[in-house]
């Protein structure tokens, strides 16, 4: 019997171990399993090139890029409405259902995040408001290179427009075997929330269109459709998507830096090695880059979980892929003295999705404040965040938690400031202006208040 025919793989995780060790915080984020940086500095040199290429070239560099990469003719990317209507038509009923579930809920939740509207009396006459305002164009991407992400439609479109978002935008890779376009199901989602603005664009390229624009009359055959730049860019994809995204910032906005996936697992020996293996490779199956973190004080549990790997692993759809995702430097077991120090590692890490599987998990995941969605208990797995848990799965990664919050409505908001005195009211502060310009060194300031007061 061959290697791939045997029921049990050869799954061996690095292993640190942190035991009898007192670290402080930057001795933690180094001994945390993290992507080689050479990894990181490649994707940057080729995403640099990438922008620069769709920048000067428009149309004609997407057309370019999507034969390089997705082994498609390309003379425009917009997926005409025709084809949006027949994915929604043929789309399984029970995919629909489920799609619709998860719209629902998501929905649900972003409706009640939406955050009020604050009108403050300073003094008598003196008012100070924050209103907020939604951005006007969003571009949202949505990956499709090794699966197509229904569900990231969802979960960038539903907050938009839950928002108020009058223009949206969507990009996904085109597929080959689906004539050039996105796959069918992201269509179909494309189509079941009313976006009809959608480019089959992949990768870095699709992040630098949206960011600065692409005019019309620049492609192969006279070029196709103007793409008006956006005000925020929204979405995870790999490694190159989130280069593509860190170096457009400023530009335009971005929700955070959703790169290739993360799961981190704090458990004690209460736990189940069965579900937490099935969690790790879950996530494990969605790039070779994922990344797999097992943090606990039970060596036992970290044996148990190990052989339950091999087990699972062997009959796993994607075993190629997740075998190089847990044999990779991002992945690994981490081994700890207790909880308490369980929670510092957790901490540094910054995980993308964390789940807490201990004794009293609630109390454990109180004390957690990096991360970028945590799920308690052993009944509250990732999976269910990716799909129909009314949260929203695209978070930041690469320790980005510990600054960035994962998508939500306040991500398409701004909160604009509104300043309303009277003429008695600016009376009242005026000396304070002056002094403090003169203070400041700037006699200006303190005479656009004093001329208004001969």
């Not at 009898?20 to 001795?27: I, N, P, Q, V």
């Not at 425009?76 to 579930?101: G, K, M, Q, Y």
């Not at 799961?263 to 736990?271: G, H, K």
């Not at 004080?297 to 796993?316: I, K, N």
Request: net charge negative; hydrophobic share 50%; with cysteine.
């Amino acid at each position: 019997m061959s290697n791939l025919e045997s029921p049990v793989a050869s799954v061996t995780l690095k292993r640190t171990d942190l035991r009898g060790r007192a670290l402080g915080l930057a001795e933690l984020k180094n001994a945390v399993p993290r992507t080689a940086a050479s990894t990181v500095a490649t994707a940057e040199a080729a995403v640099s090139a990438i922008i620069a290429d769709v920048r000067g070239r428009g149309h004609a560099a997407l057309a370019d890029l999507a034969h390089k990469f997705d082994g498609v003719a390309q003379e425009h990317p917009r997926v005409p409405a025709a084809a949006l209507a027949e994915a929604l038509e043929t789309v399984d009923p029970t995919v629909r259902a489920a799609l619709e579930e998860s719209i629902a809920r998501a929905r649900a939740f972003a409706e009640a995040q939406k955050p009020a509207n604050v009108d403050f009396q300073v003094a008598s006459g003196a008012v100070v408001s924050s209103h907020w305002v939604p951005v006007s164009r969003v571009g949202m991407y949505v990956p499709g290179g090794l699966a197509p992400l229904a569900s990231s439609v969802i979960m960038n479109a539903v907050p938009a427009q839950a928002a108020g978002v009058a223009s949206i935008a969507l990009a996904s890779p085109p597929q080959k075997e689906n004539g050039g376009m996105p796959g069918q199901t992201i269509l179909a989602a494309a189509a079941l929330l009313g976006i009809d603005e959608v480019y089959a664009m992949g990768g870095a390229q699709a992040i630098a269109a949206f960011a600065y624009g692409v005019d019309a009359g620049t492609g192969p055959n006279g070029g196709g459709d103007t793409i008006d730049p956006v005000d925020v860019v929204s979405g995870p994809g790999n490694i190159f998507v989130a280069t593509a995204k860190r170096l457009v910032k400023g530009v335009v906005g971005i929700d955070s830096e959703a790169g290739a996936t993360e799961i981190a697992v704090l458990a004690d020996s209460t736990a189940n090695p069965v579900f937490v293996a099935a969690d790790l490779i879950s996530q494990a199956e969605h790039d070779p880059n994922a990344a797999s973190v097992l943090v606990t004080d039970s060596p036992e549990l970290a044996d148990a979980v190990e052989r339950e790997l091999g087990v699972q692993v062997a009959r796993t759809a994607h075993r190629e892929r997740v075998e190089t995702a847990l044999s990779g430097p991002q992945s690994g077991i981490v081994l700890v003295d207790g909880i308490d120090q369980g929670v510092a590692v957790c901490n540094a890490y910054a995980a993308e999705h964390l789940e807490v599987v201990t004794a009293d998990a609630q109390a454990v995941a109180a004390r957690i404040i990096n991360a970028g969605a945590i799920f308690v208990g052993e009944y509250s797995p990732v999976s269910l965040g990716d799909y129909c848990a009314g949260s929203n799965h695209v978070l930041p990664t690469s320790g980005t938690a510990a600054f960035s919050s994962g998508l939500n409505v306040t991500t398409f908001l701004r909160a604009v400031q509104l300043i309303n005195y009277s003429k008695d009211a600016l009376a009242e502060v005026a000396g304070h202006v002056i002094t403090l310009s003169k203070a400041e060194g700037w006699p200006a300031h303190g005479d656009a208040v004093a001329v208004r007061f001969p």
